[in-house]
């Protein structure tokens, strides 16, 4: 489990405890709270105001007697602490229901009584770990007002009010088999703060379909509500959406259709007209990338089968557990049956919205590959190779799968994809943390996608004059969101796994109830930009829905409006398509109040007429797109929006810091952030026929990396400036970004994370190096000048110190041999006050200090004019020059320049592989010859294009072509490249 906020504060105990009680009894509950906190330390609390009462304890540990039965056990720690939980009496009160065990814990479970009358949804829950020890208490004990147990309607009535209510059948026409008193049961229910004494009655009908259950005050004969309670065959147990925050949720057992029976084994799997589901365990399956190396790949195979009476009743590993084993996890029967109720459910969903738009031809009854013949492939329990071990890849051998943190639509590609998942898929990994399958709401999301691409593939990313903009792909994930909430009948997405992946408690992963905006919180990654969409689309559900029930009206005009738009749609154009089928639904001849309502909504949120300037804000993250996912805008590629500063009077630059992840790795290239600023309006974009981008930006620059002190982030500065050092035009100014080069085929990008802005012309610094040399960071995160001790010698008083001037003229102890290279000896350099011989490896001279020349490998004597230098043979053999050249230009025909000296061309060939490895043939004038690759003045880049490395050669580095089409083709795998993810 996440870390939960504790709410045990004890000083403010008084003013929780408001409930209608006395104040002794607030005094009695206070005390007795804090009692159980100071036998327990550690413990943490989940406290309702409302009930004035823990809803939850955890982190307890408390060893219970262990030959008592969890039963007794757990009973007697609720007698012992029941004034805490706001119980009367305990043993009175609550009866034991049942005990349910998961893969570490019992959970006795028991039902609240009043009076002897059951208390619906009133119990305690606490779990007892297997090596005896209570961890949790759930606390659901309802507070109840003092009502009578004694009805005041006659039981006969309030089967005929319920039957009235849910069928319309008259009281005269119900038969009096279904007017007996055994159809009836008495309840306590507390809802709406109200307590009432009830009637639950069963209305049976004969239908196999329906086992309908009601509620009818017992005091009041008014009908409150109904709910079918069917159990049928082939039946499977799941959750109605997901564990929930707590995951307590009960499981529930209901239908699934069309099973059919697999042809060579004949058993019943999970396999049906529209769709089949398959495990994904470890069996050492691989798969062979390009003839270049196996893949382990996870095995597609069916792993729950119907039991003797055609079932799939599963337990499912218990899912607030934090972690899966490899063995158990992967194993679990459970999510299969999970998936395909709800994607039969979702399924049927569709279907029947899309016969509601048009009985006669619905723009939606089979996904694309159904229509084909095919099924929706459906895969739990996905598991990967570990793609951040790139060694491990490349090396030979087993490898171990790793947990996959991620749910994925994955249209059908062909190619290398039809190996691993032919056709269309939704692909649910095993997380490091908890199984995606285990969420029904992202079951709905991800199948959302594949209804989506069989409407319309809406594209992924536009671009403007202004930019990138991820508006199709944000309202892809914003419908995926929407549809999953509008089912649900909540706005939040993945309450199992939000806790998880969000690191908080009870919250879901996303939710359509939200107050992002365009304006300000668009950062360029489509799952957070998907945020004002939902937003929108959830505020206009709201305003034309009936019931929760009855909301289809406006699903259907949603719907509608996906099936109308264009591929490439904008957040514009997507909302007045939206707008104007809201009108057509909603609007009665001549009026406009739903279209107008639902302009305001988008309108509201930035999504018509968006700014695409956001005001500079510290803290914010930003997404780049790099190479590998907009190779075609060289020399970079734009951000998605651009930032507006308030530039001050008086002010000669301006100052950006950033961090950024690391960048390249894993066949990507280092990332380089150019930045692009203009006075009073946006940077505007030109892009060439040819693929490029230019830009009418006034200022230009490139920001420069230093030393960091954020863990695992690169830190850049850059600063904006008139080439002239003038004061910048005080007022607006829009800043720009591109990145060059940037993200891999594993990552598309990269993550910015603006630091801060300063208009004074200083560099800000958390750290020395972050400064000049001679400056230091003070407390003030401002660099300075470090004051000198010293300008001479003399001003050290002291005859054993000099004043040092590389050390910012500070006095130094007089080292023994020199100060400086000057005081040694020719090959020879000072270190830490000693004279030492020059003897570093190097390729060139540039390798070498000032004054030194690169012989044989090694630094060797001073360079001269017309010194002596080998021809690098490492023999004397008489064929010794001068250094006369710097060029091949410098030599005669038929030589090239090596070291400086002009060595005739050797070494004939007619193409690469008639050189050693190192070298390339190069056609010079004299005919083929073998150049060394890293020598000389010759265009030296793997695919030589005169020094633009495109990457369409491998090259002799161990960097290019080969490994990174393994990459590409192992990323293939994984995730086809319109993948449509639920979270990162």
């Known amino acids: 489990m996440k870390k939960l906020y504790s709410l045990l504060m004890t000083a403010m105990f008084v003013m929780l405890f408001s409930l209608p009680a006395t104040a002794a009894d607030n005094i009695a509950a206070e005390k007795a709270l804090d009692r159980l906190v100071a036998e327990n330390p550690g413990v943490e609390l989940i406290f309702d105001q409302d009930r ?43 009866k034991i229901e049942k005990t349910l065990k998961t893969r570490k814990n019992s959970v006795p479970r028991f039902t609240q009584h009043f009076n002897g009358i059951p208390v619906e949804n009133g119990e305690m829950r606490v779990v007892i770990s297997k090596d005896g020890f209570i961890s949790r208490i759930y606390n659901q004990y309802k507070a109840l007002d003092t009502i009578s147990t004694v009805p005041g309607v006659n039981y006969r009535d309030a089967i005929a009010t319920a039957w009235k209510n849910v069928y319309g059948i008259e009281a005269s026409k119900i038969s009096n088999d279904k007017l007996d008193r055994r159809m009836t049961e008495l309840t306590i229910s507390k809802s709406g703060g109200k307590t009432r004494l009830a009637y639950k009655i069963a209305l049976p009908t004969g239908l196999l379909n329906e086992r309908r259950v009601a509620w009818v005050d017992a005091h009041s004969g008014e009908f409150l509500k109904s709910q079918n309670m069917v159990k049928y065959e082939r039946q499977v147990d799941a959750w109605m959406y997901n564990p929930g925050f707590d995951g307590e949720q009960e499981l529930v057992r209901t239908q699934i259709n069309e099973i059919m029976a697999d042809q060579e084994t004949e058993d019943d799997l999970l396999i049906g007209r529209t769709h089949e589901v398959t495990g994904c365990p470890n069996n050492g399956e691989t798969i062979n990338v390009m003839g270049l190396i196996e893949i382990p790949v996870c095995s597609q195979v069916p792993l729950a089968k119907a039991d003797a009476n055609g079932d799939f009743l599963y337990t499912p590993i218990d899912p607030k557990n934090s972690g899966f084993d490899a063995t158990d996890s992967t194993l679990d029967e459970f999510p299969e049956a999970h998936m395909y109720y709800h994607v039969e459910s979702i399924y049927d969903y569709y279907v029947n919205l899309a016969q509601y738009i048009n009985a006669e031809e619905p723009p939606f009854v089979d996904l694309n590959m159904v229509t084909s013949g095919k099924k929706l492939k459906c895969i739990v329990n996905f598991q990967t190779i570990d793609l951040t071990d790139l060694a491990s890849i490349m090396n030979p051998g087993p490898k171990p799968l790793v947990a996959f943190d991620n749910a994925f639509f994955s249209p059908a590609q062909g190619g290398i994809m039809e190996q691993f998942i032919p056709g269309d898929a939704i692909v649910f990994g095993q997380g490091s943390e908890f199984d995606f399958a285990y ?29 990138l903009r991820d508006d199709p792909g944000s309202m892809n994930e914003g419908f995926a969101d929407f549809f999953a909430a509008t089912v649900t009948g909540t706005p939040g997405l993945g309450e199992y796994s939000g806790p998880y992946l969000m690191d908080k408690a009870n919250e879901p992963m996303r939710s359509c109830l939200n107050d992002h905006t365009v304006n300000d919180d668009i950062i360029g990654e489509i799952h957070e930009d998907s945020l004002p969409w939902s937003a929108a689309l959830w505020a206009i559900r709201e305003e034309f829905k009936v019931t929760d029930e009855l909301h289809q009206d406006v699903d259907a005009a949603i719907l509608s409006a996906i099936v109308e738009a264009p591929e490439e749609c904008t957040f514009d154009v997507m909302s007045q398509t939206i707008a104007a089928q809201i009108g057509e639904w909603f609007d009665e001849d001549g009026e406009t109040t739903a279209y107008d309502f639902a302009i305001d909504a988008f309108t509201q949120r930035g999504l018509i007429g968006a700014n695409r300037a956001r005001p500079f804000e510290k803290g914010e993250t930003l997404y780049m797109a790099g190479a590998a996912s907009t190779s075609e805008l060289s020399p970079y590629t734009p951000g998605y929006f651009q930032m507006k500063i308030n530039v001050p009077a008086g002010q000669k630059e301006i100052f950006i810091e950033f961090g950024m992840a690391a960048a390249g790795g894993m066949g990507g290239e280092a990332a380089t952030v150019n930045f692009f600023g203009k006075k009073d309006a946006p940077v505007l974009f030109q892009y060439t026929q040819n693929g490029g981008v230019s830009n009418d930006a006034v200022i230009e620059a490139v920001a420069k990396q230093s030393e960091s002190s954020y863990e695992q982030l690169d830190r850049f500065i850059v600063s904006l400036h008139n080439e002239d050092e003038s004061e910048l035009a005080a007022g607006d100014w829009y800043v720009a970004l591109g990145m060059a080069g940037g993200g891999s085929m594993f990552s598309a990008g990269s993550m910015l994370y603006m630091l801060k802005v300063d208009y004074s012309g200083r560099v800000t610094c ?78 060139e001279d540039s390798d070498c200090d000032d004054g030194y020349h690169c012989e044989i490998g090694t630094c060797g004597g001073k360079c001269e004019e017309g010194a002596v230098v080998t021809d690098g043979d490492e023999t004397s053999d008489g064929d010794e020059t001068t250094a006369t050249c710097t060029t091949k230009d410098d030599c005669a025909e038929c030589q090239l320049c090596v070291q400086g000296a002009c060595i005739d061309v050797q070494d004939e060939c007619s193409d690469d592989d008639g050189c050693d490895i190192g070298e390339k043939c190069v056609e010079g004038e004299c005919g083929m010859v073998c150049q060394d690759v890293s020598g000389g003045d010759e265009d030296t880049t793997p695919d030589g294009n005169n020094g633009s490395s495109d990457g369409s050669s491998g090259g002799c580095n161990g960097s290019g072509t080969p490994i990174g089409l393994l990459l590409l083709a192992a990323f293939a795998v994984i995730a086809a490249a319109r993948r449509r993810s639920s979270n990162n």
């Open 439 to 467: 969420d029904a709401d992202i079951i709905y999301h991800e199948f959302t996608h594949a209804v989506i691409d069989t409407l319309t593939s809406m594209s992924s990313t536009l671009i403007d004059q202004y930019g």
């Open 52 to 94: 004035g009462a823990p809803v939850m304890l955890l982190k307890l540990k408390v060893r219970i007697d262990s030959k008592a039965s969890p039963e007794k056990a757990a009973l007697e720690f609720i007698k012992k602490h029941q004034t805490a939980f706001g119980i009367k009496n305990a043993a009175a009160e609550l």
């Open 766 to 843: 958390e750290l020395d190096s972050h400064c000049e040399e001679c400056h230091t960071c003070n407390d003030n995160n401002e660099c300075e000048p470090i004051e000198p001790e010293c300008d001479s010698d003399e001003d050290c008083n002291d005859e054993t110190l000099f004043c040092d001037p590389d050390s910012c003229y500070s006095c130094q102890p007089i080292p023994d041999e020199c100060r400086t290279a000057l005081d040694c000896e020719a090959c020879q350099t000072c270190e830490d006050g000693s004279c030492v011989a020059v003897n570093s490896e190097c390729e």
